[in-house]
């Protein structure tokens, strides 16, 4: 796959595109842990080696503040803001707790510590919350992409966040017009892209920064100006109930006098005070939570069925998200909740606690690959769940 290869078809969906990345990296050897790549911002080999090039932007070197995202190719990214002394900042997970995490790291920390700070777990470990009254100044972006044109057009893995993290930056005056993103992926993730594909909500890059380049786009789309409401891309209902940072940001922007109305906003969706799922909360035994109006009903469990490679009815048209390292604990009941909570609503459950694992069903691929982004890094009890289409339908589609 060479850099920069046109697609077919200019009617490709950016589904379409992200599939093509996932597939290639996978088929071609250049995929790297956390696997499989699909359904997240892929870690490739080279991922070091292309971060290491941020430290040759003057951009980077006049940075004092920057924002790096939490995916695993970007480690090598967050490790050289700490390395050069610079206030890094990571966004904290699923936007759940608020917009950014410092990383501290400890007094004194040598090259090994600083390292160990740049992994997911040092993130966890070595960072404090951001407040929305902390007046950060972001002088630098760094995000991952799935895929991204010379032109500086990116595709995210489909939930969004990126795209949201910018516009709330901008809402609360952390970055400015000229602030400069930076994206680091592979050689073959660097795509002709058509701009059709993109909305006013997307997140532009000015800097691609792969194993081989660095290329800087001089990109001219203007990125977000901030939250857009009232757009069903931008923000829903679902949204805002899953991130309780947004929800503060729209009241202070309806204090302001900004039209903060979402297209989608109902009457019967107005109940928005649902928050993030903790595992005191899912390992409480917590009365199950009503579906939202008009989604299907979680079925009951299904049993004698072959739990490796599950068949049902209509299998030629049904995609099966695998969920495994359940908690012991865990009930049923307690998982359909979490699933109504991140409004995951498969068409049939196939529930085996006894060997720590389910079997969500779906009728749409679409629908199963919005569940695998949702599931993604979810963990329950303190055992993070192994979430992936299961065997037999990995390579569909």
């Not at 790297?32 to 070091?48: H, M």
């Not at 969920?323 to 109504?340: A, E, F, T, Y």
């Amino acid at each position: 796959a060479a850099p920069g290869r046109a697609l077919p078809s200019a009617a490709r969906s950016k589904w379409d595109i992200r599939e093509e990345v996932w597939e290639h990296l996978e088929a071609s050897g250049l995929a790297e842990f956390p696997r499989p790549v699909r359904g997240r911002i892929p870690n490739f080999k080279g991922s070091l080696q292309a971060c290491c090039s941020l430290r040759e932007l003057d951009v980077f070197s006049r940075a004092r503040e920057v924002k790096v995202d939490p995916d695993k190719p970007l480690e090598g990214a967050r490790l050289a803001a700490l390395q050069a002394r610079k206030t890094l900042l990571v966004p904290t997970p699923r936007l759940r707790n608020g917009l950014f995490n410092r990383i501290v790291p400890p007094p004194g920390a040598t090259k090994e510590m600083l390292r160990r700070c740049a992994t997911s777990q040092g993130v966890r470990d070595f960072s404090v919350p951001v407040g929305l009254d902390s007046k950060a100044q972001v002088d630098l972006v760094v995000v991952g992409s799935v895929a991204v044109s010379e032109k500086g057009w990116r595709i995210g893995k489909g939930e969004g966040y990126a795209d949201m993290e910018y516009a709330m930056m901008v809402s609360m005056g952390s970055v400015q017009e000229n602030t400069p993103v930076v994206t680091i992926v592979h050689d073959c993730q660097v795509l002709d892209i058509a701009e059709e594909l993109l909305g006013d909500h997307d997140l532009t890059v000015d800097y691609i920064l792969t194993p081989t380049r660095t290329i800087q786009t001089n990109c001219k789309r203007p990125k977000p100006q901030g939250i857009m409401w009232h757009k069903a891309s931008s923000v829903s209902s679902e949204m805002l109930g899953k991130i309780p940072i947004l929800k503060t940001l729209r009241c202070r922007e309806k204090q302001a006098g900004k039209d903060v109305t979402l297209q989608d906003e109902h009457p019967a969706l107005s109940d928005t005070n649902r928050a993030g799922i903790s595992d005191q909360k899912v390992m409480a035994a917590l009365p199950q939570p009503r579906a939202a109006p008009g989604s299907a009903p979680v079925l009951l469990p299904h049993v004698g069925r072959d739990p490796v490679n599950p068949k049902s009815e209509g299998s030629d048209t049904t995609t099966t998200v695998f969920l495994g390292n359940l908690p012991g604990s865990l009930r049923v009941s307690q998982l359909k909740s979490v699933l109504r909570e991140l409004q995951v609503v498969p068409a049939a459950l196939k529930w085996q606690g006894a060997q720590h694992r389910a079997f969500l069903d779906f009728r749409e691929q679409g629908a199963a690959h919005r569940a695998l982004c949702s599931l993604q890094g979810l963990s329950l009890g303190g055992n993070a769940l192994r979430v992936e289409l299961a065997k037999g339908q990995r390579n569909k589609g």
